[in-house]
């Protein structure tokens, strides 16, 4: 059984629609070992993030497919960033990934996106030759959602903390 943060402690009739009993959630999500810990700051900033070369070309095959997801891997630890997952499909690229609150997400997707496209043209110089590129390999922009406990959970959460403190002292007070 996993340890569960005591302000994290949901009642089950908020998950459950019942009001009868409050008990703690110990579902993995809600526990301890799924966050960071940095310098004042207990963390878990979860990240989906999609983007594709220029005109969402099928070039990530072969050795450039390779190279990226390679590339990817070496910039992450350098940014101290984790990777949960990675995929390098033909026309664009899936990263799943853990990122500290001292990062923005938009300064490692220029870091990323920047260096990337620098090495392939460095080990690939028939790709600069492609006139669409312009020296830019990457399309601009990219997707990003946040991964973690869904929304609906942390709103009820939030809502009903207050009355799910107060049931917490009484039951302390009445020595349960």
Known sequence: MD???????LPVMLLMGKSE???PITDKDLTLSRFEKASHVL???QYHIVWTPKCRFRILKNNVGKEVYRQIRILSQQLHIEIVELNVQLDHVH???KI???LSVSEVMGHL???T????FNKFPYLRKHKLWGNHFWAKGYCVDTV??????IRKYVKYQEKHEQEENQLSLSGM
């Open 100 to 102: 500290p609150p001292k």
């Open 43 to 45: 963390w878990h900033c």
């Open 3 to 9: 340890v569960v943060i005591g302000v994290l402690a």
């Open 148 to 153: 973690g406990v869904n929304a609906e959970m």
């Open 117 to 120: 496209a620098i090495r392939l």
């Open 95 to 97: 990263l799943l990934v």
């Open 21 to 23: 009993s409050v008990i």
């Open 113 to 115: 996106k920047g260096r």
